[in-house]
């Protein structure tokens, strides 16, 4: 063989031998692309379940912050490639985009430590849910920077994270609007919460300007009766109990508590819970309606006794009428019989202030001008007075026209004049002002408008025990034998019976000041009929009279005179025996004379069913104190008059005489 031929088969053994191992080496390229390639997708399949299974997003994106790989978006609804080439932004909820780009500056800007935060990623349906999202930088294998951007679903968590939040906002707007003082203290009694109501009960602008925030140091707990409830609760014992402090305006309160412990799993006390309710105002209120009771109280009280002693002061002062006609001018005993008149009308002057007090006297109410009132009175109480001390009269300007008895009126002015100035001393001032439309609220009859009279001084004024019993009847502050003590409770009473109301401020010091509130625009019962006549009548007659008086003894001497006068008297004991007696008459009696307080029927009961029968039957009343406010009694029938007790012999024949001359003047 040629060393050609050798030399070309060699060739040809060396290029096939190259040719097989090339086939053979790209077989094996081919096979290791095809398992890197199954190797990379099982791994990238391994990588999305691992993320879908906690619900996580990896995205990578570039410089632009356009997706260029993603893995387990299907938990979202994305489907494979569905995203690619999207802006990260538009992925993320429009009020989270701002915070998600400075995320990805900072990202880029931090090397590989990656930052997180809690945003609302786009789901295909259009909703969002939570994620928390961090994200790492990285350089891709072109050297372009890239990042990652992991999200986490939280939706559960943020979901139960907000309805905490709202559960704790309710409730603390709840706490935080609570009409209670709410307190949360610790072991060390140092306060954990308080609210705003807490903080307007002790006087503080807001929670944050409490003065203390240990309540050891507040000046809520000071009492030994705190101290001890204290004590109780760290045992585990719940306590009620009422405090008494100074707010940090130096305002006294008294509050209701309630002091519960706080406890742990163990049932260890770990603080407490202290609810608070400024009581002040309703303990005032439970104050006033005491005191309303007991003037209330001894507005009855004070007026059985005087209607009792009207009876007996009628039948003296009757009795000494008698003796002063029978006996000679000169003599001892037309002399005792005048001493005995005196004291007896002195006596009636004190039954009639414990009948204005108690709202029972006799009113004959008109319509009067309260500002021209007070202007008349002005130059009576400056006299009285004196130079030394200033009075000034403010009026209204407005209508102050009012429904009230001129004569009791005049008496409550002068009556509060004078107490004002036994408490006033040389350079103090009087003031007398009335206001038109007062806004009184506390009785029905006043809410629509009142009129307001303000008696004002600037005297010594009275300390709260003064002020609590001024209005009492028989109480005063003057030295044995200077006034009686029936002044103020005169007015109160005047005032109550008219359906007004008194209030009464003072201050040591400070003066004091009378507010006498008073109905307008409303006219009360029609004041009894009037005499047409001033002139005296005669005493006497011969008319059949029906007598009901329950008290005998005044019964039998009001007999006596009647009948000195020459009428005919038909005697009952109470209203019901006189409805009785009457209807047994052949013939209707010429005139009822009748008490108007009384057992069974009353005498004005007794008057509309007398009426109801013969309707132009005169009736004539006489009785200590009459007011159908104050008694569960009808009002009295039209045209009637009242005779006041205690009355004279000569008063009682003389109202006997001019009634039944009336009745036959209008006959």
Known sequence: MSSLTLLITISVVILTAVCIAFGVALRYARHAHRLAERESLASEQRLSALLAHDKQILVEIDEAGLVLGRFGTRSAGWEEGQIDGANILELVHPDDRCKVKKSIAAGRQGGSRPTALETRGLQSDGTYRWYETSTSNFLGDSGDQRLYVVSRDIEDRKRSELALQES??????????????????????????ANSAYADLVGAPSVEDL??????????????????????????????????????YEKPVEASAYISPLQDEHGAVIGGQILLQDVSQSRRLEEQLRHAQKMRAVGQLAGGIAHDFNNYLTVILASADSILERSEPDKELHQAGREIVDVAERCAVLTESLLAFSRRRVARPEEIDLDQTVEGLEPMIRRLLGESIKVEHVKSGENTTIWFDPALMEQVILNLAMNAADAMTQGDRLTLEVRGGANFTRRDALASGALELIVRDTGCGMDPETLDRACEPFFTTKSEGHGTGLGLSTVYGIVEQAGGAVELRSEVGQGTSFHIFLPKGKEGPAPASKPTSDKSPAETGHERILLVEDESTLRNLTHRILVRAGYSVIEASDGQHALDVYRGLESPPDLVLSDIVMPRLSGADLAHALRAEKPDLPILFMSGYYSSHSMKVKALPPNVEVLAKPFSVRKLRDSVRKTLDASVATA
Not at 219 to 248: C, N
């Open 168 to 193: 704790e906002r309710r409730y603390r707007l709840m706490v935080d609007q609570s009409p209670l003082g709410v307190l949360l203290v610790d072991q060390n009694m140092d306060i954990a919460f």
């Open 211 to 248: 003065n203390a925030r240990n309540v050891w140091s507040s000046s809520v707990l000071t009492s030994e009766q705190s101290l001890d409830a204290i004590s109780r609760v760290a045992s585990g014992e719940s306590v009620r109990t009422d405090f008494f402090f100074t707010s940090q």
